[in-house]
């Protein structure tokens, strides 16, 4: 099946810095790709969408200069958590849509985020 | 407004049962439903998924009825077993391009032995 792959699995940082997490589709090229949270015991809630090669799209209330959102390549893209505090540590999940098959779409194995 | 509805929140199912997890949605543009599995501190993965031209799929011991008219969509895992024990989430979209996924709240199934 379709592999999502996402780096770091788990990152402590600091109050005030920045964090990168990366999203790979592993075989197969992503025409779009999703950003969600989860919080404990609670269902995904949708970030953004970013499409390669153009801005991404943020959804309600989610403020697109704290989470910076590039999706460099069809198979990259990345989710910076600018001047991260305490209330951003979360579980972020990236998704990505098969070029190949728009209808499926494959979710990362998520990244923990605590920020101390 | 929460365009899909599941339920149960929670389940338990002793091994060998069958386990059904309900879905209903509002958004009649929708043409692809989804189920994803998710265990703790792990992302979700694709289960199984149906789209509306059919009444029923089935994979394994998962199996989506799909009621066009009611607008609802349920997953029934037969010979539940503790391994199934996760988070269950379906889903829906318009299965365009540049649609994104609606998910309902998700159910915690446990399998008992």
């Known amino acids: 099946g379709a592999v999502v792959s996402q780096h770091p699995s788990r990152v402590i940082c600091k109050s005030g810095t920045s964090v990168k997490i990366e999203c790979r589709s592993l075989?197969?090229?992503?025409?779009?790709m999703f950003w969600y949270r989860q919080f404990p015991k609670q269902s995904l809630m949708l970030m953004a969408t970013?499409?390669?090669?153009?801005?991404?799209?943020?959804e309600q209330g989610v403020e697109k200069d704290k989470f910076l959102i590039n999706h460099a390549s069809l198979t990259l893209s990345t989710l910076t958590v600018t001047s991260a505090h305490p209330e951003d540590s979360s579980f972020y999940i990236c998704?990505?849509?098969?070029?190949?098959?728009?209808?499926?779409?494959?979710f990362g194995e998520g990244s923990w985020l605590t920020v101390v | 407004q929460q365009q899909v509805k599941q339920s149960p929140q929670s389940l338990i199912v002793q091994k060998g049962g069958i386990s059904i997890i309900n879905c209903a949605y509002e958004n009649t543009a929708f043409d692809y439903f989804p189920w994803y599995q998710q265990f703790p501190g792990k992302g979700p993965a694709l289960l199984i998924a149906i789209r509306p031209d059919v009444s029923e799929k089935k994979e394994g011991r998962f199996t989506i009825s799909f009621n066009k008219s009611a607008k609802q969509f349920s997953l029934h895992i037969m010979d539940s077993q503790p391994g199934d024990s996760a988070t269950y989430f379906c889903a829906a979209s318009t299965g365009g391009t540049a649609s994104k996924l609606t998910f309902g709240t998700g159910t915690r199934l446990q399998v008992t032995l």
């Open positions: 075989d197969f090229q992503a025409t779009t």
């Open positions: 998704s990505a849509r098969d070029l190949g098959h728009p209808v499926a779409i494959y």
């Open positions: 970013s499409n390669e090669g153009s801005k991404a799209t943020y």
